[in-house]
């Protein structure tokens, strides 16, 4: 983060305790969300804040946020050299890049991801000539679903399921 980023960082910081300070005595969206992995996602008071002032619940603004990103799309847009639009995208991508060397750390490099990565290059020369966003996108969508499905279906089998 450069000086300007962090000193913008520290004066939100300190509007957003203010505002969570105003609204204390209603405050009405939920502090957590416990999701059906048992897992629990702690929403921040920015985060609250945002949804109060968009009058919408935290998993409704959620489901909204997680709506606009799509894989396929920023891959064919990215190809293409369009310019992305959509802003939970473009937040979700920058978050991504900016911490790449951290997930690279977390995750690491088996052969079933080398072989994803593989296809996925293959992919991307195949489809060098398709220069149709709506087409290539799907020619995306379709790679990211069936390796997806494949994910699953190796999760079923490990776990004794056939479905």
């Known amino acids: 983060m450069s000086v300007s980023e962090q000193q913008r960082h520290q004066r939100s910081i300190s509007l957003v305790e203010k505002l969570y300070g105003y609204r204390k005595e209603y405050q009405r969206s939920p502090e957590r969300l416990f999701l059906e992995d048992g897992a629990c996602l702690v929403f921040g008071k ?47 991508f920058d978050y991504i890049s900016r911490n790449r060397d951290e997930q690279s750390k977390i995750i690491p490099l088996t052969e079933a991801i080398d072989l ?48």
């Not at 149709?132 to 069936?146: A, G, I, N, P």
Request: aromatic share 16%.
């Open 46 to 92: 920015d985060f609250r804040i945002i949804c109060e002032l968009y009058a919408v619940d935290a998993i409704s603004y959620l489901q909204y946020f997680m709506s606009c990103i799509s894989l396929a799309e920023f891959r064919a847009q990215v190809a293409l050299k369009r310019q992305l639009e959509s802003m939970p995208q473009l937040f979700v």
């Open 116 to 163: 994803y990565i593989t296809e996925l290059q293959k992919l991307n020369a195949r489809h060098f000539i398709v220069r149709d966003l709506k087409k290539r996108t799907e020619c995306y969508r379709e790679f990211f679903l069936s390796h997806y499905y494949n994910i699953l279906k190796e999760k079923g089998d490990h776990y004794g399921n056939t479905n």
